[in-house]
């Protein structure tokens, strides 16, 4: 690293001075249930964070016209009405450094029974060096990471030379339009930087996601002449069966993907909820399934959405010669996957700080799940890190996020952004 030995100890012990106050707000930040369309009040309460520390504040409602034009929108299912995304930018009286965007998202997914968790998954504490509940690590410790890795360099003395934008972003876990609207809004930089649960890891890939909704039609009859009916929830199964074999084709093609060779099962097809019928003593007229599939860095979502939409067409009929209605709705993702290049100017940053502060080298890994790294990526041809704590069970119960893990991250992120965007001291 470049940074002077004796700045680079102030900034660290910044983040260790205020680290205690950096759990206590991440706590209340997951105290806050941001399910999707119910973001309102964790995105108020990091609002008045940064307008606390004297940030030029920017919050806006998502624009469902504006996104749908877009050909990386997902799918608007829900209304957007008071869906905000919230921005808060420094900019320093000279700009000379490099210019830096740390991206968290504030929405989580639902939390399922209540009852299967060790305590409320919204009663955020600390128990045996973890952070517990619903986002702790995906990714609200992040979020808060962000931001008093932000505090650190200024409580050392010293301000970021270059421009830097917080973003808390919706809509990660359901349709990556809230990173999209701030990339639409005008929002650039030269490095990205998000603290997703990675595993003290940085992403050197990721699928993209489609989202979609598989309709499926019956023929209803009374239960005593059942065998004259068609049962609609049966003819689901089928149809999904016939999708598993196109899973399998894609996850067979895995060695012409770069990065994804070595992965037993990139592609996943997820059923994600089912749906059907009207009555117990009626043979079911129709189903829905909720489904979830990923795609190879480099195929468009239209390419594989066409392969989708085709093979429902191919399906007239069942194992039985039931003939079979079937199509598909796009309900949320529609999202590219995205390979970081190496050699970044950015990413040789990272590696210099983690080094510094993890006392060993920064591994890089694929992961078969979405990111919004794809919006900077893809639409912006900006180097995107990202790169974040340990966790475990994020999306299922008792989701928690490793302490010290994130004390290290933040301390990367806080000497990323000094060897990054440069200092300018300032007078105590």
């Known amino acids: 690293m470049s940074l002077d030995p004796n700045v680079r100890d102030r900034i660290l012990a910044a983040v260790d001075e ?5 759990i ?3 706590q209340e930040l997951v ?6 369309t119910r973001e309102g009040s964790a995105q108020q309460l990091l609002f008045e964070a940064m307008e606390q520390r004297g940030l030029e504040m920017d919050r806006w409602e998502l624009d469902p016209e504006e996104l749908s034009a877009h050909p990386g929108a997902g799918a608007i299912a829900v209304s957007y009405d008071e869906v905000i995304n919230v921005v808060g930018t420094w900019t320093p009286e000279a700009e000379q450094g490099r210019s830096l965007i740390l991206n968290g998202h504030i929405d989580v997914v639902p939390e399922g029974p209540a009852e299967q968790w060790s305590a409320s998954p919204w009663n955020s504490y600390v128990k045996e060096g973890w952070l517990y509940g619903r986002g702790s690590g995906d990714m609200k410790a992040g979020l808060a990471a962000n931001l008093f890795a932000f505090d650190a360099v200024r409580a050392a003395g010293f301000e970021p030379a270059g421009r830097i934008h917080l973003q808390s972003v919706v809509e990660e876990e359901c349709t990556g339009n809230g990173s999209l609207a701030a990339h639409l809004r005008g929002y650039r930089a030269d490095a990205v930087i998000i603290p997703e649960p990675e595993e003290d890891m940085l992403v050197r890939a990721n699928v993209g996601v489609i989202w979609f909704r598989l309709e499926v039609a019956g023929q209803p009859t009374h239960p005593r002449e059942m065998l004259a009916g068609f049962n609609a929830i049966d003819a689901a199964y089928s149809v999904v069966g016939k999708l598993r074999t196109l899973e399998a084709e894609w996850n067979a093609e895995r060695a012409a993907h770069r990065y994804f060779e070595n992965l037993e099962h990139p592609i996943n097809l997820n059923m994600g ?20 599939v990923a795609l190879y860095p480099g195929l468009s979502a239209e390419s594989v959405w066409k392969q989708i939409t085709e093979l429902l067409e191919s399906i007239t009929a069942d194992e039985q010669g039931n003939a079979i209605r079937a199509k598909a709705v796009r309900t949320g993702f529609f999202a590219e996957g995205y390979v970081l290049e190496e050699g970044s100017d950015a990413e040789n940053v990272l590696r210099d700080v983690h080094r510094d502060v993890f006392g060993k080298e920064l591994q890089s890994f694929v992961t078969p799940g979405y990111l919004d790294g794809r919006v900077f990526t893809l639409y912006a041809d900006t180097p995107t890190l990202v790169y974040g704590p ?9 989701e928690r996020v490793d302490i010290e893990s994130v004390r290290r991250i933040t301390k990367s992120i806080a000497l990323f952004i000094a060897e990054w965007c440069g200092l300018n001291a300032v007078e105590r």
């Open 18 to 22: 205020a680290f205690d106050a950096q």
């Open 24 to 26: 206590a707000f991440t």
């Open 31 to 36: 105290r806050h249930p941001s399910l999707r």
């Open 273 to 292: 909820g089912i749906r059907g019928g009207d009555w117990p003593s009626s043979v079911p007229a129709w189903c829905h399934v909720d489904l979830r």
């Open 390 to 398: 340990i966790s475990e069970a994020i999306h299922g119960y008792d």
